[in-house]
């Protein structure tokens, strides 16, 4: 057995069909009484309906939220929470408003209440994110950890298949690198094969039939403990690769994990074989590397950087970049090695297994 640190903060989840009706409980079970409601201009209906249900809990809606929490957009939300006297925020939406979130917590100290629904798992972790004249720092502070987190799957409903699967890879992405994180512990193990267990099994169905509300569940059931295993132990290739590839090339979020998942898994295979195969067993797949590549063509998702925007002549100067300061990784993060991979990504072949 190994010895591990285990120092997991707790969040109080509130999960399932029916879930949101209790926001107003528990934000006055907080003792909480002027939110300010958080979301992006595609989902200012929900922002208005989340105020709806507050009622004299609401201070009023800032529905300007975008990807990347830009400092400009974040001062303009702190301004509007003082300007209107908020204690707290409700955030309804996904990584990008529950970033901004975030952005104010650090601030200001406010409590958030998360009502997340994509799969990307920004609820469940200490980390945020704030991009200023283009380039993006996070850090990680407990201040900004949600005080309650409401997951309701009929708020998935309208997740368009498009969004869900790369939403979801990207969740399977925070369970793979939490099991062979090298500060990684028994338990987070244990969420994060029981993440992609749930992940993989229920984001087809999720895709094909996308009123199934059982689906929709388990697949917000493996993006929680997805979210929690980002927020309690380190990441290694994978992420540097993607936050290196977001913020330099600008390519979206979700289909960079999509794509760069299984080739990153190939590259670690060897130097970490119990974290593949528990991986690959909770795919149901032969190897870790082939599943996370067959589940993506089954979703529907890209598997190419050539097909999401990524320069040809980028991929050296992405190797370059993401060589510099590696995050520590069971393989080594050579130059020659990394080149490979992202060749291999941007072609969008299957990787060896
Ligand atoms: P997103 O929040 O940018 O949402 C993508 C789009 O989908 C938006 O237009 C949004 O309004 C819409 N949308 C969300 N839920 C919907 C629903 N149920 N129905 C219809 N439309 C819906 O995307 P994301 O992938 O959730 O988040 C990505 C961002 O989150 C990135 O900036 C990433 O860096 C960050 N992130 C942070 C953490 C962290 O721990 N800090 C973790 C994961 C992701």
Known sequence: MQSFTFDQPATRVI????????????VRR??????????????????????????DLAAGIFPHAVMHVPIETAREARDTARRLDADCCVAIGGGSTIGLGKAIALESGLAIVAVPTTYAGSEMTPIYGLTEDGIKKTGRDRKVLPKTVIYDPALTLTLPPKIAGPSGMNAIAHCVEGLYAMDGNPIISMFAAEGIRALARSLPRVVETPGDLDARADALYGAWLAGTVLGAVSIGIHHKLCHTLGGTFNLPHAEVHTVILPHAVKFNSRAAPEA?????EALGAESAAWGLFDLAVR???????????MPADGLERAAELSTQNPYANPRPVEYEGVLELLRNAYAGTRPEA
């Open 276 to 280: 593949m195969r528990i991986a690959a």
């Open 15 to 26: 999960f399932g069909v029916g879930a949101f009706d209790r926001l107003a409980d528990e």
């Open 30 to 55: 907080l003792g909480l009484k002027r939110a300010l409601v958080l979301s992006t201009p595609e989902q200012r209906e929900d922002a208005e309906e989340a105020a709806r249900r507050l009622g």
């Open 299 to 309: 979703l529907g998702a890209p598997v190419a950087l050539k097909d999401i925007g």
